[in-house]
């Protein structure tokens, strides 16, 4: 079984201080935050396992982008992430809800 290198981008680690920080200010849970980032985390462990084996977005930006997609394990989020060899790029972070696709222009 290959392990991938997970490498996170300056703006998904944004993304991710952005909706913690939402959750723990604006929602008032820290918990909910905290299990954001646990998650967020839990994710990328998966993600180097399973990086190839996910199937190609049937979105034709993600595909120009040669972008796939990780649903996170426990919460309504997702990352944006790319394969270069053994090397996966995570890009971004989204919320299931976003309209993702026209952020990324």
């Known amino acids: 079984m290959v ?3 997970v490498q996170v981008t300056f703006d998904a ?3 991710l201080k952005r ?9 008032r849970s820290p918990i909910a ?15 180097k396992l399973v990086a190839d ?3 190609i977005p049937e979105s034709e930006e ?3 982008r040669r972008l796939k997609r990780i649903n996170f394990l426990k919460h ?13 790029t995570v890009t971004n972070m ?3 809800l976003e309209d993702y696709e026209n952020k990324l222009r």
């Open 62 to 64: 993600l595909q120009k």
């Open 94 to 96: 989204f919320h299931s």
């Open 33 to 47: 935050a905290k299990n954001i980032v646990t998650d967020f985390k839990n994710t990328i462990s998966q993600l």
């Open 3 to 5: 392990s991938y290198k």
């Open 76 to 88: 309504d989020y997702f990352l944006l992430y790319r394969i270069d060899g053994y090397v996966v």
């Open 19 to 27: 909706y913690s920080d939402y959750l723990r200010l604006e929602k």
């Open 13 to 15: 680690k944004e993304d």
């Open 53 to 55: 084996s996910l199937q």
